[in-house]
């Protein structure tokens, strides 16, 4: 038996005549940029995620990057966030030019920790990008506590955590605003590339309707420059579809990681994830710990077993070469790093929960 590590077309299998049907609908109304799909799933992701506006855009860096540049973030400028993340987070801060600032994780929850972040802010710091990652929030009321008390903004990617919820709130609607990704393997995927920014500001939301636009309020009358940042009405038509469907997947994930819990706990080197009390994990990623250096053990019983997994994320981001002028030593952020050497993701949304539990015990 072979596992994936997601199997989105076997996801796909029980709506593909709708998601088909949809295609041909996009296809014959000859309305791909902008316009009526586009418009409806924005208006059905904030009635969703109960936020007063969705802007689709291109992608979840997309997302980040656009959400920068309306803010006027630029060179001087500096954004603090987690080192333990996927890197279009801190990409995006360094394509506007400004600086990411690194702050360490918390070991249990994999997010940044809100008690390490007072003492990085600067004169400069302009916001905080707190990462929601593997699908269950940051620990965000201390988080917004600061941002307010230092008059600084808050961007949570919530790219991985679409459904999530923080105190029954929805992941990527508090404020300022949230940034999702839909691409393919997020909770919510399209068929290609895709992402919206949540916010309940009704001004920076129509900054942002500008900015993805090139910046034009009118076509062809420019007061800032933008880009091309739009969703395409095929990825809109296409999430469409899906996202009434979010929950019934999100329920297969929680399912999934309750069963890895049980069938793991005790399981001798292995440390399953870990739950903040007022969270509501969507297991975008079931990422386990693998202790004292047992990592490719593990590893290999799944290869053995053909079981699929990946590791998010092998090296943190203050330890990339791209960033290595930002000059932080091996050990700046020793839970992160640890983090990167003991990480291991396994099939969550899958019918093989059984199977890959008795490969990690090495029973396969
Ligand atoms: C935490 C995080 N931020 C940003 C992104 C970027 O999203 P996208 O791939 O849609 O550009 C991703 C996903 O890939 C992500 O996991």
């Known amino acids: 038996?072979?596992?994936?590590?997601?199997?989105?077309?076997?996801?796909?299998?029980?709506?593909?005549?709708?998601?088909?049907?949809?295609?041909?609908?996009?296809?014959d109304s000859g309305s791909y940029i902008n316009g009526p799909f586009v418009?409806?799933?924005?208006?059905?992701?904030?009635?969703?995620c109960g936020s007063a506006h969705a802007v689709g855009v291109s992608s979840g860096s997309d997302a980040l990057i656009i959400a920068l540049m309306a803010l006027g973030i630029a060179p001087g400028d500096e954004i603090i966030t987690t080192p333990f993340t996927f890197f279009a987070t801190a990409g995006a801060i360094s394509r506007v030019?400004?600086?990411?600032?690194?702050?360490?994780?918390?070991?249990?929850?994999?997010?940044?920790d809100p008690n390490l972040i007072a003492s990085a802010i600067t004169p400069k710091t302009k916001g905080i990008i707190?990462?929601?990652?593997?699908?269950?929030?940051?620990?965000?009321?201390?988080?917004?506590?600061?941002?307010?008390?230092?008059?600084?903004?808050?961007?949570?990617d919530a790219a991985q955590s679409i459904g999530a919820r923080y105190g029954g709130k929805m992941s990527g609607t508090f404020p300022l605003a949230?940034?999702?990704?839909?691409?393919?393997?997020?909770?919510?995927?399209?068929?290609?590339?895709?992402?919206?920014?949540?916010?309940?500001?009704?001004?920076?939301?129509?900054?942002?309707?500008?900015?993805?636009?090139?910046?034009?309020?009118?076509?062809?009358?420019?007061?800032?420059?933008g880009g091309n940042f739009r969703l395409d009405a095929l990825q809109a038509a296409i999430l469409s579809v899906k996202l009434p469907h979010l929950r019934r997947w999100e329920e297969a994930r929680r399912a999934n990681a309750a069963f890895y819990d049980q069938a793991l706990s005790g399981l001798?080197?292995?440390?399953?994830?870990?739950?903040?009390?007022?969270?509501?994990?969507?297991?975008?990623?079931?990422?386990?710990?693998?202790?004292d250096g047992r990592r490719s053990e593990f590893e290999d019983r799944l290869k053995r077993a053909q079981v699929a997994y990946?590791?998010?994320?092998?090296?943190?981001?203050?330890?990339?070469?791209?960033?290595?002028y930002l000059g932080y030593p091996e050990g700046a952020f020793p839970v992160s790093e640890q983090a990167a050497k003991e990480v291991l993701a396994i099939p969550v949304l899958t019918d093989q929960a059984e199977y890959v539990a008795a490969a990690l015990k090495g029973e396969v």
């Open 97 to 112: 030019g400004a600086t990411p600032v690194f702050v360490d994780i918390d070991a249990d929850t994999f997010n940044i």
């Open 178 to 225: 949230g940034t999702y990704s839909f691409f393919p393997a997020k909770n919510l995927g399209g068929i290609g590339d895709g992402g919206a920014v949540m916010t309940d500001d009704d001004a920076f939301a129509e900054q942002l309707r500008i900015m993805r636009n090139h910046g034009g309020r009118d076509r062809y009358f420019y007061d800032r420059v």
């Open 39 to 48: 418009e409806s799933f924005e208006s059905e992701l904030a009635r969703a």
């Open 268 to 291: 001798a080197g292995v440390v399953t994830p870990r739950v903040m009390p007022n969270a509501y994990h969507v297991y975008n990623q079931y990422v386990l710990r693998i202790k």
């Open 1 to 27: 038996m072979k596992v994936p590590l997601l199997d989105i077309v076997a996801m796909h299998a029980p709506i593909r005549e709708e998601l088909a049907d949809t295609l041909l609908r996009v296809l």
């Open 130 to 156: 707190p990462v929601s990652l593997f699908g269950q929030t940051a620990d965000l009321d201390p988080i917004l506590r600061l941002a307010e008390e230092k008059g600084v903004w808050v961007i949570e």
């Open 310 to 324: 990946a590791i998010y994320y092998p090296l943190c981001l203050h330890q990339q070469g791209c960033f290595a």
